[in-house]
């Protein structure tokens, strides 16, 4: 099976864990950056305002893969904004893709992620892990916004959390 890992990570947390996914599957790993660096404000606006900023590589290449592997933070509760442009591109050309992400988690959950992905691409996901920052923190603290989002996840961390992904992702493509 032809697999591509798609990247965007603010933090670089979520790209560490995706390019252990890409390479204990052997897949192609596309790490995508915005033209423009990424601020707090700008995420803030994003958030608020709906926009998509610019990203390099554009997603036009992704009809050669089987299954897209999205990898991406959450942001005040809807996927990063980074990631909508190839989100939407599913919703006019569908194919198998999963969703994971490791945001802060600090206000709970994520709730609404499983609609958002339906609704920016128009059909469900082959698979969803949504692992939080929270998790990381020892348990005899309550872990603020500030915490989580300053928290980098170690090496070993991300290697566990893809050995948890791989099995799972291995599920459908046996």
């Not at 404000?41 to 926009?51: L, T, V």
């Not at 610019?54 to 933070?73: R, S, V």
């Not at 893809?162 to 099995?167: D, E, F, G, Q, V």
Request: glycine share 6%; with cysteine.
């Amino acid at each position: 099976m032809n697999i591509a890992v798609v990247s965007y990570s603010y933090t670089g947390n979520n790209d560490m864990f995706a390019a252990c996914v890409a390479k204990g599957l052997s897949a192609t790993h596309i790490k995508i950056a915005t033209q423009k660096p990424m601020t707090m404000g700008s995420i803030i606006m994003d958030m608020i305002f709906a926009r998509t900023p610019k990203m390099q590589p554009c997603p036009n290449n992704l009809k050669q893969y089987d299954l897209i592997l999205f990898f991406a933070p959450i942001w005040m509760g809807h996927i990063a904004s980074p990631l909508r442009e190839y989100l939407h591109r599913l919703k006019s050309s569908p194919q198998a893709y999963g969703f994971f992400s490791i945001s802060g988690g600090a206000d709970g959950g994520n709730p609404k992620l499983f609609a958002e992905l339906l609704k920016r691409t128009g059909t469900k996901p082959a698979i969803v892990l949504d692992q939080h920052i929270r998790d990381f923190i020892p348990q005899n603290s309550k872990p603020t916004r500030n915490d989580t989002s300053a928290f980098k996840i170690s090496e070993a961390e991300a290697s566990k959390l893809s050995t948890i992904a791989i099995k799972e992702i291995n599920k459908l493509t046996t």
